[in-house]
């Protein structure tokens, strides 16, 4: 390679990396400016398409095929989180899997009484297959510690548990998919408060399309089967690391998190 066509390659590396396609997610590279293929030789008439059998109405397939979707009940089943993530191990209904490292379930203990919930695995995440512990982690660390918790006192998961290929924002139907298993996983740790990381955490566990800046910092109720869960949305410690001048409202979230955790002592 010339010194020209080294450079060219690494502008291009560079470019990718600035739009966010940071890792190769295929063994083989594939030229998308190359030429299309020769046209093939005519094939014979085909049959008129009214003559092929047509789906009845209504009968879309699934997104997912039966196999690779989960049906409630098995998920309903899982009598454990390790059942559980045993089960999302086997789930193929969520396309991220195939692009991801690794399955991030949680971080933390399964004896807290704390569940924090953010949006999706970054680098280091599926790297690691541990949820926030990346910087944005590091942060949300520091900020557990400023009211007194640590690893061993919170539960740490993701709406999603792969990441999405250059740290995209999740589509609806991607945070759909690991719902179920979601659900599950809160009623299994049946945890005293949540906190929800950001505007995709608050809007799909709350189940509202309000922005974070008004879900924040307001106790709202999540129920299940057996129990109503207290719930508070903050801002996601990636938005933080962007605009710092936003964390004084994330302390106060803190602040109302502490005291609340002091009223369930009582
Ligand atoms: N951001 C998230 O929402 N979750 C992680 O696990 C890491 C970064």
Not at 196 to 211: E, H, M, N, Q, R
Request: hydrophobic letters at 40%; one cysteine or more.
């Amino acid at each position: 390679m010339t010194g020209s066509q080294a450079k060219a390659t690494a502008d291009v590396l560079a470019w990718y990396e600035a739009m966010g396609a940071d890792e190769a997610i295929g063994e083989a590279p594939v030229d998308r400016f190359a030429a299309p293929p020769a046209p093939k030789a005519k094939a014979a008439p085909q049959k008129p398409a009214a003559a092929r059998p047509r789906p009845a109405p209504n009968s879309a397939k699934p997104a997912a095929s039966a196999s690779a979707s989960m049906a409630p009940e098995s998920i309903e089943s899982a009598a454990t989180l390790e059942e559980l993530e045993a089960l999302v191990g086997q789930f193929e209904g969520c396309a991220l899997k195939r692009t991801a490292k690794n399955t991030c379930f949680y971080r933390g203990s399964t004896a807290a009484r704390i569940m924090l919930i953010g949006e999706a695995p970054g680098r280091d995440e599926d790297l690691q297959g541990k949820p926030f512990v990346g910087r944005a982690g590091q942060l949300l660390d520091r900020m557990l510690g400023a009211i007194g918790l640590d690893e061993s006192s919170v539960y740490i998961t993701n709406t999603i548990y792969w990441r999405p290929p250059g740290n995209r924002t999740p589509t609806p139907e991607e945070i759909g998919s690991c719902a179920p298993f979601l659900s599950r996983q809160i009623e299994l740790l049946k945890p005293d408060v949540m906190v929800l990381l950001g505007g995709a955490a608050a809007k799909s566990i709350l189940d509202v399309t309000d922005g974070i800046m008004r879900l924040r910092g307001r106790w709202k109720i999540y129920r299940t089967e057996t129990r109503d869960i207290p719930t508070l949305a903050t801002l996601h410690p990636a938005y933080l690391l962007r605009k710092p001048g936003e964390k004084r409202l994330a302390w106060r979230d803190m602040l109302m998190l502490k005291e609340r955790l002091e009223s369930l002592k009582t």
